[in-house]
């Protein structure tokens, strides 16, 4: 037999305890925070129909789907939870107390090439708000990143939110050159949401390819790429089509964004387009201040994905913030906490006659909600408290014969090395 190799998949994590501690302290965050924004919490299988996701943009992430036939069905791992919620959604769509607030936090599986904060499965906060067709929405979900930030301990400084709308380039595309193709705007924003990955020439070129999914003169093309540099709402006030709806949107967004005290945290950015093809309106990504990684975070409006897949129209926003990236940045700014195992106590029978007392001793201090761990071999003194240190316990107990004969055990204080006699149960 060939050695097994003991690494896990390509791409992908194993959590030994100490990860997942980290993990839970993430996941505990995001919790807390949903809670206080009033979201709860739902899940869905992480095994999915195939044909969920397998929209015709030109997205990357319908490339990488993890799929497979089975028993005549096509079956894919879930790449994000945003279907998952649709299906969900549009399956009670009668019978929900709208708007819908909730969250999640699938494990997610893309066959990514690796880089730094990009793997082959992430868990990420999904934070999504289903009914509400204003931007008040989007206001409530950008706060909420924030809080997520803030109770992680990155402040004002460490992360930006870039925000744009697909709307805003939509009313200035279709009034310039996609009036008779509106189909096109979903892959022309897939490709351009490539534009700091392959540059602005090999976006000019796969929008004005021939017979491709856009199909742009090249001149065309590359003005719409030249609207992507407007990096203030000033500027792309200007630009903007009169009477813009989208415009206002983004306007009341910004002022919204203020009273929640987050002006200096956000900004406009025309680049910002993001890569799935389902978005129609407002767009977000949260980047570190320092720009070295991935987005942390992105998400934005959808409004019409439940019709796409055969329901009847819903609005919708929300957004995706992934444990990889952030754990990068954590750990970058010496912020992700210590937290070493722990327990309440170890109880220590000397030998076996001594066990029961200990089993009675454990179970009742177990039944007070404590944690404890029993010794369940028969080992010498000097071991037994060197395990217990290196355990993390913060108190051990002693059962000798002597301890037995008086109906007491011996209490060892680890922290302060105090010892005492505790009466046994
Ligand atoms: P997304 O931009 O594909 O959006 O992913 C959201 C976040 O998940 C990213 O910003 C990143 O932090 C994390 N992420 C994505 N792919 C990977 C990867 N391969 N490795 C590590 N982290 C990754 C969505 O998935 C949308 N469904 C979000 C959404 C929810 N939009 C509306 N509601």
New binding site residues.
Partial sequence: MTKLNTQPPR?TRDFYPEDLRVRQWLFAHWREVARRFGFEEVDAPIVEHAELYMRKAGEE?VD?LYHFELHDRHLALR?????S?ARMVMARQGALRWPIRWFGIPQ?W?Y?R?TR??????Y?W???IWGEPGVTAEAELIAAAFAACDAFGLGAGDVRMRINSRALLEETLRERFLAERPEAFAPLCVIIDKLEKIGADAVVDQLAEPGGPVGLARPDAREAVELLSVDSLEDAARGAPRGSAALADLERLFELLGAYGLADRVVFDASVV???A??TGIVF??YDAGGSL?????????DRLLDSLGGKPVP???????????TELLAEKGLLPELPRAVDAVVFPFGEDEREAATKLASALRRRGESVELVLASVKLKRALADADRGGARRVYLLGPDECARNVARVRDLISGEERDEPLP
């Fill in positions: 791409g992430i990488q790449s994000e939870f945003t279907p919620l997610c893309r990514e690796m904060g990009r793997r082959r499965e992430h990420q999904n934070m999504d993001r890569g799935l389902y978005y990504e949260a991935r987005a942390l975070c992105g998400g934005g409006r959808y919708a926003a929300g957004f995706g913030f992934g444990d990889a990236v952030v």
